[in-house]
Every structure is written in C-alpha cells, then in structure tokens.
C-alpha cells in the first residue's frame, strides 16, 4: 500500500497568498484527518471527514482555513489569506472504520508550510 | 474535553539501557490510549496501543501500561538501540472516537 499521500512535501509562500494543500488517502479507508503540528502547541486536530461528510471542524483555527473532500480519494486544506503565524507542519491522516483492534490512525509525511 | 500531559520532554538514554515515558489524562471516559513515534522528517507513526480492560501489553521491546485509578499510562523501551531515537507521543480517546488528545511528545536520544 502506498500510504497516505501529500503534496506539497515543501511550501514557501508569501503573507496574504493562498496555500493549498492536498491528501490522498489510504485506498479504503473511511476517516480522513488534518492535523497541524507546531512547537508551541503540538499536534492538533483541525478537522476530520468520514465518507466524505465533514464531522468534526471545531479545531479549524479560523474562517482563513477550510477543508474539502469532494471523493474518497482525495482532500484538500486551503488557508486564505495565508499568515506568518500558519506556519507549521500539516498532516493528513487516514483510518478506517473501526475493528477490534483499535481504530488505528495512518499519517502521512505532512507539508511544511512557511509563510513569510 | 481530554487534556493529556507528558513526560519527560525529553529523554537521552544509553543503548541497552531502558527508557520510560509516562502521560496522564483527565478524562476517566478514556479508554483507548495508542502511542506514536515520530521520526526527522516523517509523520507520526503507531507503534502500539492499549484499552482500558487491559493493564499491560508487549510487543518486542516495548511495552505499555495503564493505570485506570490513577489515570496514567506509560510506555517502556528495552534494550534500547539507536533506532529508537525518535519523538514519541502518547495520545487517549475513546474507543471508536476519532478525536484522539496528544500529549506533547518526548525526545528520546539513543546513545552509542
């Protein structure tokens, strides 16, 4: 399997431009999960889909940011206009629906965004 | 919601010596408690979790224990070698809940 896949692995913007990111999840999976990681306040989750349908987006720092998932395979965050204190790490993450064994959550590599 | 803490922040241990990492929760409805390591560049990484109707689980040369009364959990590393410097990070949801709380992560170095 090929993992969950991000893109851009890298991203240096400008304060005030757009920034999109993109996720391909695990084939089969049902739950897809952005998560943010900085130093100051570790990972958090921002929003998280299950068959597509968002459930959860109280974690979503601001109206500047917003998640899609138009199919079961692909998802995108976008933060609009994008702002020096966005920088972080951004995982996707993926899960299937859960089994006996615990409802293991699978992360990507994450895209690095600065914002300057 | 769930507020978990972790210790230490960071850890430099010997190779073939052990290593310990301990968290606390807050949220005794908690019953599901997995644990990441995270590598330079990569992203979070399950290497093995634990539920509330069990006290202890091994794998190898880790293992974790929970202490439902107290409300903490910790995660053991034996003979430990210079792959296992890593972050690593506790987290406690519960079972079937998504929203999984992270601790802050422990920086273990391994020492040759």
């Known amino acids: 399997d090929a993992g969950v896949i991000q893109s851009p692995r890298h991203e240096v913007t400008e304060m005030g431009q757009e920034v999109t990111l993109r996720c391909k999840p695990i084939s089969g999976h049902d739950y897809l999960f952005w998560y943010r990681q900085t130093m100051m306040r570790g990972l958090e989750l921002l929003i998280y889909?299950?068959?597509?349908?968002?459930?959860?987006d109280s974690g979503m720092p601001e109206d500047r940011f917003s998640a899609k998932m138009p199919n079961a395979s692909f998802s995108t965050l976008k933060i609009q206009p994008s702002e020096p204190r966005d920088s972080a790490v951004y995982f996707c993450?993926?899960?299937?629906?859960?089994?006996?064994?615990?409802?293991?959550?699978?992360f990507g590599e994450g895209s690095w965004l600065t914002v300057v | 919601g769930e507020n978990v803490e972790q210790h230490p922040s960071t850890l430099s241990v010997q190779e073939g010596d052990s290593a310990v990492i301990k968290c606390t929760y807050s949220d005794s409805a908690s019953n599901y408690f997995p644990w990441y390591k995270q590598e330079l560049g990569k992203g979070p990484q399950l290497i093995i979790d634990?539920?509330?109707?069990?006290g202890e689980k091994k794998d190898q040369r880790i293992a974790v224990t929970l202490n439902k009364t107290a409300k903490h959990f910790s995660l053991h590393i034996t003979e430990t070698q210079p792959e296992d410097s890593a972050v690593y990070f506790c987290?406690?949801?519960?079972?079937?809940?998504?929203?999984?709380?992270f601790g802050a992560g422990t920086t273990v170095t391994v020492r040759a």
């Open positions: 889909f299950n068959n597509n349908v968002p459930i959860d």
């Open positions: 634990i539920r509330s109707n069990v």
């Open positions: 987290a406690a949801s519960l079972f079937n809940d998504y929203k999984l709380s």
């Open positions: 993450a993926s899960s299937e629906a859960a089994r006996i064994g615990g409802n293991t959550i699978y």
